[in-house]
């Protein structure tokens, strides 16, 4: 696994998506081509970044003091539900705008649109790895989720031929069945993962 290809992915899809959309959609991604992405390798790194602070740190309720200390066995089910999560999400995310985006003149196609979903996810992703830092993470990773949404707003033209004209319809349709996709999974797979044993009571910090 190249570390340093993984920082540069990472770096580029959070400060210059645009050079790295306009590379990698040139592409033309097959499964094939998909699977050997470091998808996985960089989703896991980044859940067990974020496993390692929130023991250390704990869980930090946004703009409080009150912080949750899950134990160990809550925290490694939570690394595993992270990754599991995060690559069904994005098949069924990137199947979900090829979709969208074909009714709007767009191309269904359901690799792009996985790609799509992967880059657009770093800032969010960079967000989570510090997200449990104290006081000015949980900020950084609401920072970094608004700017992944404002990724998905721009990202259909590039990867799926969406029209300007029509990225905002695209876009606001996409949002609404994604809520009720999110809410699916959550009620579905995302129950496997959820903890056996009660949190530490919160604490002020």
């Known amino acids: ?8 992915l990472i770096k580029k899809g959070t400060l210059n998506p645009d050079e790295l959309w306009k590379e990698e959609s040139a592409k033309g991604y097959t499964i094939v081509n998909l699977i050997k992405f470091p998808i996985l390798p960089l989703i896991t790194i980044v859940s067990l970044i974020a496993a390692v602070a929130t023991l250390i740190f704990g869980y930090r309720v946004p703009f409080t003091n ?8 809550d925290t490694l089910l ?8 995060f690559i069904i999400g994005i098949v069924v995310y990137g199947w979900l705008s090829a979709y969208i985006a074909s009714l709007f003149g767009g191309n269904r ?18 967000g989570k790895a510090l997200g449990p830092l104290p006081y000015i993470g949980p900020l950084i990773a609401i920072v970094l989720s608004i700017y992944s949404l404002v990724l ?16 905002t319809k695209q876009f606001i349709l996409f949002i609404i069945a994604g809520i009720v996709v999110s809410f699916l999974l959550a009620l579905t797979i995302g129950t496997l993962f959820q903890p056996t044993v009660p949190a530490t009571m919160p604490t002020m910090q």
């Open 1 to 8: 696994m190249n570390t340093g290809y993984l920082v540069e």
């Open 66 to 73: 009150i912080a949750f200390h899950p134990s160990v066995s």
């Open 78 to 85: 939570g690394f595993i539900g992270t990754i599991v999560m």
């Open 109 to 126: 196609d359901i690799n792009s649109g996985v790609l799509m979903m992967f880059l657009i996810s770093m800032p969010s992703l960079l």
């Open 152 to 167: 998905l707003y721009r990202a259909p033209v590039h990867f799926l031929g969406i029209a300007q004209e029509n990225k």
